[in-house]
Structure formats: structure tokens, C-alpha cells
């Protein structure tokens, strides 16, 4: 097996240095020239290491100070299925929710068609604010038939997973959904939510979730921090 080069194993280094917190969000990395002499290389195999972790947003060079530890984005899961727990287990973060709201509603026009259920039919609404070692980095709105779901207001979504609930307490197995990701800003409720500027970039993302059957099971609408997120797609021709 060929041997990874130099700065790909200076750039593995680094990394490993912010996954065990020897370096943190905001800290300055070691200057180039000592950082050559740790890895006995030449200031350019060093740079290009620095230059392939700033263009992937994980180091910033700031004028005037440095290169500094940016907080590591997550991949938004594309083309697979996951719950917002499952997307951070293999992460390293901690996942945890906030509930803003959790009660039973009546559906009105939009949401009905959505859910495929009666106007004003019940439905169970649950609102998370979801953090990330304490960090909030998204807040969501799901709604779910409440005849499919009898008595799930009982369940502390705090620390249960809705998607594990759903299939083990009542039979329901997410099997597929469609998505739509598109970008927008922080209005004042973001802002709140998320603590971060008014005006700040945001992932709207909107789901439907649906058995193996085809029945609908869940409409969620989430807002993810963009700077927080990055979404990728492998492409072949």
C-alpha cells in the first residue's frame, strides 16, 4: 500500500490534535516554521497541510493573529436516512434537545395535506432545539398523525429518540422519505433559538417520512445552522 505523503500525514495530525482536545475552537495553531521543525519537513509541505484544512473550514487565517481552530462542521447526511441522533454517532458529539413545545394540535389545511389526514384530525407536535455538546445547532418541528400514535405525549424526548420510539413502541419503521434543503436566513426565532445573529445563514430543510408501505408517517420542518453544517454529494458521470 502507497504511503500517504508528508502533508497528508501532518494534516491526519492536526486533525487528530482537535478530535482529543489538545487544540479547541478558537485556539492559534503553531506557527509554520515550528511546525516544520516538530515534523522535520520544509515550511511549504507544512502550508499545504494548513491550506487543504482551511478550505474545508476546520483552520481560518485571521490577519494579524494567525491560523486559527474553527469550529468542525458536520456532513448533512444525503442519500441516507438518519435520525438527528444517528447522524452524530459517529460524530464524537454529544447530542442532546430542548423541547419547545409537545402537544396534541389540530391539523389545519396545509398540514393535513401534508400528513394525508382530515382537517382540524389531531396530530402530535413535537419542537426540539438540538445541541451538540451543549452547542445549539438546529431546531426542528415535526408532526406526526395523532391516531397513529396514541399517548405518545407521555414519552420525555428529551433523551428518547422519536424514530426509535416510533418503531419499537408502535410498530411504525421509518423506510424512506423525500427531502428538500434550501437556504435561508435567521429571522428573530432562529436567532433565539440557535443563539446565533439575525441574518445568519440557515439550512431549511423540510421532510416527509414514510413506512415501507408508502404511508406517511411524519412532516418535519428544521432549521440547520449553515455554519454548522455542510452538505456534500458524490457525483459520477
Excluded: C
Amino acid at each position: 500500500m502507497a504511503r500517504r505523503p508528508i502533508y497528508a500525514q501532518i494534516k491526519q495530525t492536526i486533525l487528530k490534535d482537535i478530535d482529543e482536545g489538545a487544540l479547541s475552537t478558537g485556539d492559534l495553531l503553531t506557527p509554520e516554521v515550528e511546525l516544520a521543525q516538530r515534523f522535520g519537513v520544509s515550511r511549504p509541505t507544512v502550508r499545504q497541510a494548513i491550506l487543504e484544512l482551511t478550505r474545508e473550514g476546520i483552520l481560518a487565517r485571521r490577519r494579524g493573529k494567525g491560523t486559527v481552530v474553527m469550529r468542525r462542521q458536520v456532513d448533512y447526511p444525503t442519500g441516507r436516512l438518519l435520525s438527528f441522533t444517528e447522524e452524530f454517532a459517529a460524530s464524537g458529539g454529544q447530542p442532546s434537545a430542548k423541547i419547545r413545545n409537545q402537544s396534541i394540535v389540530s391539523a389545519d389545511r396545509q398540514l393535513a395535506v401534508r400528513l394525508g389526514i382530515p382537517v382540524r384530525g389531531l396530530v402530535f407536535r413535537l419542537e426540539r432545539v438540538r445541541s451538540i455538546d451543549g452547542s445549539p445547532v438546529a431546531w426542528q418541528v415535526s408532526h406526526i398523525a395523532y391516531s397513529k400514535v396514541p399517548s405518545i405525549e407521555a414519552n420525555d424526548f428529551r433523551t428518547a429518540s422519536l424514530y426509535t420510539t416510533l418503531r419499537f413502541r408502535y410498530g411504525l419503521t421509518i423506510a424512506s422519505a423525500d427531502e428538500t434543503i434550501q437556504a435561508a436566513v435567521a429571522m428573530d426565532l432562529d436567532s433565539e433559538l440557535l443563539g446565533i445573529p439575525t441574518g445568519s445563514p440557515l439550512f431549511r430543510i423540510e421532510r416527509r417520512a414514510f413506512t415501507d408501505t408508502g404511508d406517511v408517517v411524519e412532516v418535519a420542518d428544521s432549521m440547520y445552522r449553515a455554519d454548522r453544517y455542510e452538505v456534500r454529494l458524490l457525483l459520477t458521470r
